[in-house]
């Protein structure tokens, strides 16, 4: 079988060659490791992303073939149809290039600069390498690290920029219409100058025109920078749920899913118009300052206003917080118990358990709906108060006023023209408690990312990884102990043991011995608290666990499908694929033996977690996936607790031809499958308890013998 490895994205290999240029240890595995490739393809965009995780600063430009200097080179040109190559070396003079074609695979070659203008699309990748500190040069200034969420925030520092300056100008034009009609009332109607008042008006319009076009504009940019900040977030939040290390992953995937879509309230309150009712705001003041202007000591009612509806918001937010915070957890744990309910389905109806579960779920449904009542009528108290302030404010402005009028302090207009500033100023007061709400959902929301995205992941530096071997010589466990997080008792004790290269290897032991545990911790996806594994001779803690997992076929005891096709879940990560392979690999694990039976063959719709398939198919899928990038190493657990007698004996059959030059490590309770292996460890209790030849090590269990 080919390795999927051999076709690859132009881009991807012209990064590769980058990497080798400036002594990058990188391979495909470690660049592209959870990065968003479409069947293995690479476009500029995931080009620049990638070259960063090597250490690498890429910028995407246009520029002609003229302008290149070879003091900017190496770079990367874009070509016709998608394709691209490596410029190295470039003279003006003599018009030629020297340039790596990574299709020819021939290496370096010298073209006309001609020939490479007809093929180049006036695009290309400038790269350049990162300043690397070493230990030696810690930091002196505590300077601050870019966050997640601020540090994305301020990208769009220009827009919001320039959403504040729009905000100042429309605040600004809130002022108009009150003085318009002050100006018709006072200067217009007792002189009937209707001349001026169709200056006034046309004035007023133009400034209503510019109004609704900023406010127009204010919101597309308040918007845009809101989807801008959106995406990015919410791709370094994937990336982060995706690269967690699984000793801190969180213990319900329930309520951790529910934390993620929290996210929801963060991206309301950058996109919505809480960011605009924010931005006014302090512009409240500058209104307040037009008013005492027209009118003198009016404005001490629109203040008094203003202070009871902000004394008022300020007394319920402790409550409003609690209120917030315990609708927020509880929604949390509804969703995990609604995500645990429909995954274990099955179970619970086979022990008659839905009312159990219907009485958890309602419970807590009710627990929501009292904190969520609290908080909404915390909120429309707020806001109830507000409107019945503003009307109390316009009367007493009214009353005041007369006052003033008849004391000739203030005019008729200058009484109407105050009245309508002030229910512009008292607005966005009003708005404080439906802000306070957002503003403590999106904080609690943000608080539970922060924690998620300052979980520890998988290491993606390159400066610390070496290349990963490809397992010929031997895998060690070297007095190897682990204990999973947060539980008694090591799962695996002081175990050493040493496979060469070429054994076939059965696990044996009783349940829960620790023979599952030792493959995840050969992949990495556990660290050994003490104790070493080696391959190769190099401590795997050394080695990319994205290229050792490459180069090992895994397939665990649960035979996780997605939804898809049968097809897209053979070739699960593996990007690029030829059918042949594909097809190769499904007749080798028996999965062609019901794909023929459907009418759309390999293209069999597959329902989500494999619902629609039996125990036994979705194994055969699931080791075809592990094959199709042939492996050196096939670490199996249980690979056929599922199939039927006949299934299970052409696939060990074909194991048997497949595995003759690889090395098989399984653990296995069905005695048919020690067939296949010439060495036998047993282990009990995450100890070893037998290590050696099958027939000898099986006799000695089958005398009760445990010494060897
Ligand atoms: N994800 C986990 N978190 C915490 N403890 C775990 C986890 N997985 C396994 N354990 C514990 O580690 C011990 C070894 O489990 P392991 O799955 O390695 O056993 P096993 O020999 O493969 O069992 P089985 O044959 O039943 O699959 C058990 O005591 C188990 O309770």
Redo the contacts with the bound molecule.
């Keep these: 079988m080919k390795s999927h490895a051999q076709v690859q994205s132009p881009l991807l290999e012209c990064l590769l060659l980058l990497c080798r240029h400036y002594k990058i240890s990188a391979s495909i595995s470690t660049l592209t490791a959870g990065l968003p490739l479409d069947k293995g393809q690479m476009d500029e965009p995931l080009f620049i992303r990638c070259a960063d995780r090597a250490g690498l600063s890429a910028r995407h430009l246009q520029i002609s073939l003229e302008q290149l200097t070879p003091l900017v080179l190496p770079a990367v040109l874009l070509l016709k149809n998608g394709k691209a190559c490596l410029l190295t070396a470039l003279d003006h003079h003599k018009g030629t290039a020297q340039v790596v074609i990574t299709e020819s695979g021939s290496g370096s070659e010298e073209v006309a600069l001609t020939t490479l203008a007809e093929e180049y699309t006036g695009e290309a990748l400038f790269v350049k390498e990162k300043h690397r500190y070493d230990e030696r040069t810690p930091r002196t200034l505590k300077l601050p690290e870019r966050h997640w969420f601020w540090g994305t925030l301020l990208r769009s520092k220009k827009i919001y920029r320039d959403v504040l300056i729009a905000s100042v100008i429309i605040n600004l034009f809130v002022v108009v219409s009150p003085l318009f009609v002050m100006n018709v009332y006072d200067r217009v109607v007792p002189n009937n100058a209707v001349e001026t008042l169709w200056v006034l008006a046309i004035g007023a319009g133009v400034a209503y025109l510019f109004d609704f076009l900023l406010k127009l504009a204010r919101a597309y940019f308040i918007d845009v920078a809101g989807k801008k900040s959106d995406i990015l977030l919410s791709a370094s939040m994937f990336e982060q749920t995706m690269g967690l290390q ?1 000793a801190s992953r969180p213990v319900s995937v329930g309520s951790f899913a529910r934390h993620l879509q929290e996210f929801d309230y963060i991206r309301e309150f950058i996109t919505s118009s809480t960011v605009a009712t924010l931005v006014d705001l302090p512009f409240c003041l500058l209104i307040l300052a037009v008013i005492a202007l027209l009118g003198g000591p009016i404005v001490f009612v629109p203040i008094a206003g203003m202070a009871i509806i902000a004394i008022h918001s300020l007394s319920i937010q402790p409550a409003l917080r609690l209120a917030i915070e315990n609708t927020q957890r509880s929604s949390a744990q509804k969703h995990a118990t609604l995500v645990e309910s429909l995954c274990g389905i099955e179970g619970i109806k086979a022990r008659s358990a839905e009312g159990e579960l219907q009485h958890r779920w309602e419970k807590l449904s009710g627990h929501i709906a009292k904190w969520d009542i609290k908080t909404r009528f915390l909120t429309v108290s707020a806001s109830t108060l507000s409107a019945f302030v503003i009307q109390l404010v316009t009367i007493g402005i009214v009353v005041y006023g007369v006052y003033l009028v008849v004391d000739q302090q203030l005019t008729m207009g200058g009484l109407i023209a105050a009245v309508m500033l002030s229910g512009r100023c008292l607005a966005p007061v009003a708005q404080l408690s439906s802000l306070s709400t957002k503003f403590y959902q999106t904080q609690s929301a943000l608080n539970a990312l922060n924690k998620v995205m300052d979980l520890p992941v998988e290491e993606q530096s390159h400066d610390s990884t070496l290349k990963t071997p490809d397992i010929k010589q031997s895998i060690t466990f070297d007095q190897v102990s682990f204990a ?4 008694h ?1 090591q ?2 004790q002081n175990l050493s043991v040493t496979i060469k290269a070429g054994e076939k290897v059965a ?1 044996i ?12 911790l050969l992949m990495r996806f556990y660290t050994p608290t003490t104790g070493s594994i080696r391959i190769d001779g190099l401590d795997i803690q050394q080695l990319s666990p994205h290229e050792l997992r490459d180069r090992i076929g895994y397939v665990s ?1 649960e035979s996780q499908l997605y939804f898809g096709t049968v097809r897209d879940n053979i070739a699960l990560g593996a990007g690029y694929v030829e059918d042949e392979q594909i097809l190769a690999a499904a007749r080798l694990c028996g999965v062609t033996e019901f794909t023929d039976r459907h009418p759309k063959g390999l293209q069999m719709p597959v329902a989500e977690r494999g619902a629609n398939f039996s125990g036994g198919q979705k194994q055969s899928i699931v080791l075809a996936r592990a094959l199709l990038s042939d492996p050196n190493v096939l670490l199996f ?2 690979p056929c607790s599922a199939m039927d007698s006949l299934s299970e004996h052409y696939f060990r059959e074909r194991l048997r031809t497949l595995a003759k030059d690889k090395t098989l490590i399984m ?1 296995t ?1 069905k005695s048919s499958m020690l067939d296949l292996v010439d060495r036998v460890i047993v ?1 009990d209790n ?1 100890r070893l308890l037998a290590d050696g030849p099958r027939d000898k090590v099986l006799e000695a269990l089958a005398q009760g013998k445990t010494e060897f």
């Design positions: 699984m999973y997080p947060n539980q008792g799962a695996v696990i032991g009783r349940i829960g011995s620790g023979k599952s545990t030792l493959q995840r005891q657990d249980e653990t309770y282990m995450g």
